[in-house]
C-alpha cells in the first residue's frame, strides 16, 4: 500500500511522459494486488487520466466560501457514482472524522456511496505487553504455518561452502620428504692465473713444427691420388 501525501505537488509541472507513466503504472499495478492513494485537498489536484484510474475514493469535507470553491465541490460531487445523497450539500456537512466513501466490491464494481464516521485506532505509546503479544501472535491464521523457526541454507553460507578449502576428511596428512643431503664437494684442477701459459712439452713441439706438417700435407695428397686412381681407373699406362 503507497500514500503519497500532498499528490498536487507531484502533477504540478509534470510533463507529458512522466503523467503517461504513472497512468501505465496505476493501471497496471491494481492487477498485482498493490494499492495506491493519492491523498490531497480535492480530486482536481489529480490529473484526470490517473483519477479515472483510481475506484477507492475517501472524501472529507468541503467548504466552499469563493466561486472557486463552489466550483471544485461540484466537481468533487460528479467525480462519485451517483446515489441517494445529494452529495454537493453532504460533502459541506461532514464533520470531524467523517468522510464520504466508495471503494470497489469484489467483483471490480464501486460500491454506493456510504456517509461513513472513521473511528480513530486505539493506540499506546510505549512497548506492548508481552502477553497482549503472544496472543495476538497465537492469534493470527498464520502461526500455524509460521510459528516453528526454519533455519535454512543461506545463499552466503553455500558461496562460502564452495570458496572454502578442502577438507583432509580425517586422513592423516603425509610426512614431508627427508631433505637430500648437500652435494659433495671434489677437489678441481687450478688453472694457471691469467696472464701466464705453460711451457709445451716435446711431443707437442714435434707435431707443431713446420716439417711435420709438410709431411702430413704430403702423405694426405698421395693417400688421395692413390683412392681416386683405384675408384675411377685413372692409373697412367705403362709405356712399352
Known amino acids: 500500500m503507497f500514500f503519497f ?25 491494481r492487477s498485482k494486488g498493490v494499492g495506491v492513494f493519492f491523498v490531497t485537498q480535492t480530486p482536481k489536484d489529480v490529473h484526470a487520466d ?18 472557486d470553491d463552489a466550483k471544485a465541490l461540484k466537481a468533487t460531487a460528479s467525480t462519485f457514482p451517483r446515489s441517494g445523497y445529494d452529495l454537493e450539500e453532504v460533502l459541506t456537512r461532514l464533520g470531524t472524522g467523517e468522510a464520504i466513501v466508495t471503494v470497489l466490491s469484489e467483483d471490480g464494481a464501486p460500491t ?4 461513513t464516521r472513521l473511528r480513530a485506532p486505539r493506540s499506546l505509546m510505549g512497548a506492548a505487553d508481552p502477553a497482549a503479544m503472544t496472543a495476538a501472535v497465537r492469534g493470527s491464521p498464520l502461526y500455524p504455518k509460521y510459528a ?8 552466503y553460507e553455500k558461496l562460502a561452502a564452495r570458496l572454502a578449502p578442502p577438507s583432509t ?7 614431508p620428504a627427508p631433505e637430500a643431503p648437500p652435494a659433495q664437494s671434489y677437489p678441481q684442477e687450478r688453472k694457471p692465473p691469467g696472464g701466464q701459459r705453460q711451457e709445451p712439452n716435446v711431443m707437442e713441439k714435434v707435431l707443431g713444427s713446420s716439417a711435420t706438417k709438410s709431411f702430413v700435407r704430403a702423405a694426405a695428397t698421395a693417400a688421395g691420388a ?3 686412381r683405384q ?3 685413372t692409373a697412367r699406362r705403362r709405356r712399352r
Open 50 to 67: 490517473v483519477l479515472a484510474q483510481l475506484g477507492n475514493r475517501v472524501q472529507h469535507a468541503l467548504r466552499a466560501y469563493t466561486p
Open 226 to 228: 692413390a683412392i681416386a
Open 231 to 233: 675408384l675411377f681407373g
Open 169 to 175: 576428511g580425517g586422513y592423516p596428512q603425509a610426512s
Open 5 to 29: 501525501d500532498e499528490a498536487h505537488l507531484l502533477f504540478k509541472d509534470a510533463s507529458k511522459d512522466f503523467l503517461a507513466s504513472i497512468t501505465q503504472t496505476v493501471r497496471l499495478i
Open 112 to 115: 454506493p456511496v456510504a456517509w
Open 148 to 155: 516453528e523457526p526454519v533455519d535454512r541454507e543461506s545463499a
